[in-house]
């Protein structure tokens, strides 16, 4: 996004994606400086009175009524449901037409619905919503079935043609909205996609200091003077065929595939995978979806046929056809291998490796998995002792070969609480607890709205911000207060703890106009309603925590959905005084 400032800092001009040059309608970057160029200079005043409204409007939009809005009720959690019933698409899944972007949030609060509704149509509707979407996404091009994670988002309406950017934040929501659909069907399904993105962000996105890089880019080089991105040549980096340099890089060359390389790979397997993956003679791209024809020729795997298909089609069973195909995206994953990767973002940002501390936590209980434990719990120590200033009481935004300077912001530390209360349910050290009311204690010094509620995206410390704001939408990230209220409710629960309770309320209502309005732009705000509203559940096992018999019941409790329920251990140790 750019945005121009006047030189008292007052925003006149803003807008997204200026191209380099003048195409689809959009105005060139360079063209738009100069019209700004000009203005300024032929109407200075009036587009500094324009700068002076414009902060005039987003000032009012931070004040609450004069009088405190009713509680919000559980008629708000039906509307917002309305509201996405609408825009959902029955025959691909997702919400709206293309592009089509992931938006975990928007599962997190259907899966709760129907938590809440489960005898009832509309809460059998939004988890169908949910499933199906999953599904759809989990066999479309945006997944990336040969290295496991998610691609940024969908050009089509079918989750086909991604942009091939991988976030850290998107692979974290979406492990959590697929472990969380498991525990819902114990469909094996749900279980291998939320297994193979925590295992590409172990594998591929994990410093050796046990931090989260931010990224993959979209793009990787393409070899000069070979036809295809997967060519041998591209095992060298730093040259192509004869020693010829790189070719710019490309949209998903690191990904896409030739039939006649994945046929000269796999031999006789090579029909199978075709037909299952939909590779195609002259590639596979939909069309209207390559405007940069970068995909003319290549093909980007997604699941055309299910495993019943495949096995009729080719006479064999379903066992045999999942083999083969395992075999062949092993032997195609390791070609892969060989080609020059796209840039990767080696940035460790504070509120991202909190994401995911809490779909590794989750998938540690959900899955059972003692490395997603440990590499939870590594994360979490690299933020303590890199991130945390413990003589200021401080978090820090990000990491690269050192600390930054940049001090952490509202969702960083609502972020990394919510890691640490995922972390201290899957292993109950009482050290994570701990330190996660140690950072609630500072964000609410920080970034609390005393008067009002709600948390500020900054702490105001900045006198070049001449203006705080709370964040009141749950888009591709969660909104920092929408975690907050739910990190408070569940510290309350934790804790017993009143003022937690009515500060996590008090968060809540701070939204009121969004909610009442339109509440489906705040779902992640939604579940911490839905939170708020239900009646507190506890599990306490009493028991040592290694013990069979304990863990035993921990496996039980574990294999099911159990939405606004906390799990406590008691087991005697100097932490139970702690618990309260």
């Known amino acids: ?131 199906f979407t999953l599904r759809k996404m ?23 043609v991604p942009h091939f950017e991988k976030m850290l934040y998107d692979q974290a929501q979406l492990a959590v909205a697929y472990l969380d659909a498991f525990q819902i069907t114990h469909d094996p399904q749900m279980e291998s996609v939320a297994r193979d993105i925590l295992d590409y962000v172990a594998r591929d996105m994990t410093s050796k200091e046990g931090g989260f890089f931010s990224a993959e880019d979209a793009d990787s080089p393409v070899v000069a003077g070979v036809g295809d991105p997967g060519h041998e040549s591209n095992k060298h980096p730093e040259v192509g065929a004869h020693g010829a340099p790189l070719q710019k890089n490309a949209e998903g060359a690191f990904y896409v595939w030739t039939k006649k390389e994945i046929d000269d790979a796999l031999g006789d397997a090579a029909e199978i995978f075709d037909f299952y993956y939909g590779v195609q003679p002259h590639g596979n791209a939909p069309e209207g979806s390559d405007p940069h024809d970068e995909f003319r020729g290549k093909n980007i795997l997604i699941q055309r046929h299910d ?58 209980q959900v899955l059972h998995e003692r490395r997603y434990l440990e590499s939870a719990t590594r994360a979490a120590r690299f933020i303590r002792t890199q991130l945390w200033e413990d003589s200021k009481r401080i978090l820090f935004r990000s990491y690269r070969q050192g600390r930054s300077q940049v001090e952490g912001f509202a ?26 009311i140690e950072l609630q204690g500072t964000e609410d010094r920080l970034f609390l709205d005393q008067k009002n509620g709600g948390y500020f995206s900054t702490s105001g410390d900045d006198k070049t911000v001449f203006l705080r704001l709370k964040d009141d939408n749950d888009g591709a990230e969660p909104a920092a207060s929408s975690v907050a209220a739910l990190n408070l409710a569940r510290l ?26 339109f509440p489906s732009a705040m779902p992640q705000m939604l579940v911490a309603l839905d939170y708020n509203l239900s009646k507190p559940r506890q599990i306490v096992i009493a028991g040592k925590n290694e013990a069979p018999e304990t863990q035993a019941l921990l496996a039980e409790v574990r294999r099911h959905f159990l939405a606004n329920t906390i799990v406590l251990l008691a087991d005697g140790a100097a932490g139970q005084t702690y618990l309260g």
């Not at 972007?101 to 988890?127: E, H, I, T, W």
């Not at 609480?417 to 050290?431: K, N, R, T």
């Open 1 to 131: 996004m750019s945005v121009w400032l006047t030189p008292d800092l007052k925003p006149f001009v803003g807008g997204t994606y200026f191209p380099p040059e003048e195409r689809y309608g959009q105005p060139a970057f360079k063209n738009v400086l100069q019209r700004i160029a000009t203005a300024w200079k032929e109407n200075h005043e009036r587009i500094a009175d324009q700068g002076a409204k414009i902060v005039d409007a987003l000032r009012q939009s931070q004040v609450s009524p004069a009088e405190a809005p009713d509680k919000i009720e559980a008629k708000v959690l039906d509307a917002a449901y309305q509201q996405f019933s609408r825009t959902y698409d029955p025959r691909e899944g997702g919400f709206g037409s293309a592009p089509k972007f992931p938006r975990p949030v928007v599962l997190n609060f259907l899966s709760r619905f129907y938590a809440r509704n489960s005898s009832s149509r509309d809460g059998k509707d939004a988890l169908e919503m949910d499933l």
């Open 138 to 160: 989990a066999a479309g091009g945006m997944h990336d079935h040969l290295g496991g994670g998610f691609h940024r988002y969908s050009v089509d309406r079918y989750w086909h």
């Open 307 to 364: 495993l019943a298909e495949t096995a009729q089609r080719f006479k064999k069973t379903e066992d045999e056809i999942r083999q083969l195909l395992a075999r062949s995206r092993e032997i195609l994953f390791s070609l892969r291998t060989k080609r020059p990767r796209p840039h990767l973002d080696d940035k460790i940002i504070a509120a991202w490796n909190g994401l995911m501390i809490s779909a590794l936590a989750r998938g540690a």
């Open 411 to 436: 969702d960083d530390y609502s972020f990394v609480i919510q890691g640490l209360l995922d972390l201290y349910e899957a292993s109950f050290d009482i050290e994570w607890l701990k330190f996660a």
């Open 492 to 517: 309350a629960q934790i804790r017993n703890d009143a003022e937690w309770r009515q500060l996590a309320e008090k968060t809540i209502n701070a939204f009121h106009a969004t909610l009442s309005s």
